[in-house]
């Protein structure tokens, strides 16, 4: 039967990506310096399906079960945004005073 769970990996603040079968997988590759893999979230097949996070899941599931892991560019909806979050607006110099 093919895996069910899958778990995904982020390499630091980049949007480099890796896809396993098994929670920390020594197999998983290093990550380019000076940044490490580190664990980001565990997803189903059926979430995985139709792309949006960035990877198709047959040929994930296939990359894993060749490698023990499929190495891919995350989606913005994967990661949530790549932007930094706004600046709120300074707080102006008015008082309730």
Request: contains cysteine; aromatic residues 10%.
């Amino acid at each position: 039967m093919a895996a069910e769970r899958f778990y995904v990996y982020r390499s630091g603040e980049s949007d480099a990506c890796a896809l396993t079968g098994a929670k920390d997988d020594p197999r998983l590759p290093l990550a380019a310096a000076p940044d490490r893999w580190r664990f980001w979230m565990q997803i189903g097949r059926l979430q995985a399906e139709g792309g949006r996070y960035g990877f198709n899941i047959e040929t994930a599931a296939s990359e894993i079960a060749a490698n023990g892991y499929c190495l891919f560019t995350g989606s913005r909806k994967l990661l949530g945004g790549l932007d930094p979050p706004p600046t709120p607006p300074p707080q102006g110099g008015t008082s309730d005073a």
